[in-house]
Nanobody
Framework: QVQLVESGGGLVQAGGSLRLSCAASEMPFTASVLVWFRQAPGTEREFVAAISPRGGVTSYADSVKGRFTISRDNAKNTVYLEMNNLKPDDTAVYYC????????????????WGKGTLVTVSS
């Protein structure tokens, strides 16, 4: 059974940093595009960042460019999201997802999902 398990969320003050991890099992990790999404209360799930199977190509939402960095360790079947200079608007449940190809990163395109980890940024 495919599993994507996020960790690393928590409460942090504005300007602080967090590193999220997402460990995968029972899926073609090294062949998959890995994507981070987030969803704040009352809003739709939105794209945050994506990384290609070998890690050579990344993409970011404009709202996080320059502050967040996505990376992956294929030997550990893990994808990371380093978040710096966090803002209250970054408060959301963060989800990792896997896609077979490089797409528009719409949530309906994803093949697998984790259950999410909550990030709360206080002002």
């Amino acid at each position: 059974q495919v599993q994507l398990v996020e960790s690393g969320g928590g409460l942090v003050q504005a300007g602080g940093s967090l590193r999220l991890s997402c460990a995968a099992s029972e899926m073609p990790f090294t062949a998959s595009v890995l994507v981070w999404f987030r969803q704040a209360p009352g809003t739709e799930r939105e794209f945050v960042a994506a990384i290609s199977p070998r890690g050579g190509v990344t993409s970011y939402a404009d709202s996080v460019k320059g502050r967040f960095t996505i990376s992956r360790d294929n030997a550990k079947n893990t994808v990371y999201l380093e978040m710096n200079n966090l803002k209250p608007d970054d408060t959301a449940v963060y989800y990792c997802a896997a896609d077979r190809g490089w797409s528009n990163f719409h949530p309906t395109d994803m093949d697998y999902w984790g259950k999410g980890t909550l990030v709360t940024v206080s002002s």
